[in-house]
């Protein structure tokens, strides 16, 4: 059963850049039906999609809302998918999350998700 | 940008059935995914594609999607069901994905 497993910093200075790595394990991420992204969830709040990649194409999609501060990176040779954002503020402390979605339809649908790791972005 | 509306709360009885809706502009035309959230957790697929159910969620959570509203219905609720639902389709226009708010099932 594919598993994900995020880590990274738990805490970032603000408006430097978060880094995050997320390791796929039990399964191949070249896959050509499946998509990978990252979701976030601030303390108390709700999910907030960041980003999604398509890797048998190499087109990402984010989330228009993180204006261009966001890179989400495949690597299949190492099966991992990465995270960055850049200049951070303290509003972008969160639970971050990495997915693998389903994409039936051209509709993603999470269908496996790792644990989550927390970031804090503070001095 | 697309808009999912959620109810924040719902409430039922323990052994009853709870619904809980998402709404949005011709969501029935999309395809609609729910999430379950317990505390301290990491979210779990409930259902996706509007009615399909992962394997190992229980008949129970059952789900519908037609004109303006989706709906996940979970019958004979138990304690253990207690959560946060969201509900989350492909803005096919804008190309991103959408959540919604939220809801809290309370089982009483």
């Known amino acids: 059963q594919m598993q994900l497993q995020e880590s990274g910093p738990g805490l970032v200075k603000p408006s430097e850049t978060l880094s995050l790595t997320c390791t796929v394990s039990?399964?191949?991420?070249?896959?050509?039906?499946?998509?990978w992204g990252w979701i976030r969830q601030p303390p108390g709040k709700g999910l907030e999609w960041i980003g999604s990649?398509?890797?048998?194409?190499?087109?990402?999609y984010y989330n228009p809302s993180l204006k261009n501060r966001v890179t989400i990176s495949v690597d299949m040779s190492k099966n991992e998918i990465s995270l960055k954002v850049t200049s951070v503020t303290a509003s972008e402390t969160a639970v971050y999350y990495c997915?693998?979605?389903?994409?039936?339809?051209?509709?993603?649908?999470?269908?496996?998700w790792g644990k989550g790791t927390t970031v804090i972005v503070s001095s | 940008s697309y808009v999912l509306t959620q109810p924040p709360s719902v409430s039922v009885a323990s052994g009853k059935t709870a619904r809980i809706t998402c709404g949005g502009n011709?969501?029935?035309?999309?395809?609609l995914h729910w999430y379950q959230q317990k505390p301290g957790q990491a979210p779990v697929t409930v259902i996706y594609?509007?009615?399909d159910r992962p394997s190992g969620i229980p008949e129970r959570f059952s789900g519908s999607n037609s004109d303006n509203t989706a709906t996940l219905t979970i019958s004979r609720v138990e304690a253990g069901d207690e959560a946060d639902y969201y509900c989350?389709?492909?803005?096919?226009?804008?190309?991103?994905?959408?959540f919604g708010g939220g809801t809290k099932l309370t089982v009483l």
């Open positions: 997915a693998r979605h389903l994409a039936r339809f051209g509709s993603p649908a999470t269908d496996v």
């Open positions: 039990g399964g191949s991420i070249t896959r050509s039906t499946y998509y």
């Open positions: 990649s398509v890797s048998y194409s190499g087109t990402t």
């Open positions: 011709n969501i029935g035309s999309k395809s």
């Open positions: 594609y509007d009615s």
């Open positions: 989350q389709v492909w803005d096919s226009d804008n190309y991103h994905v959408v």
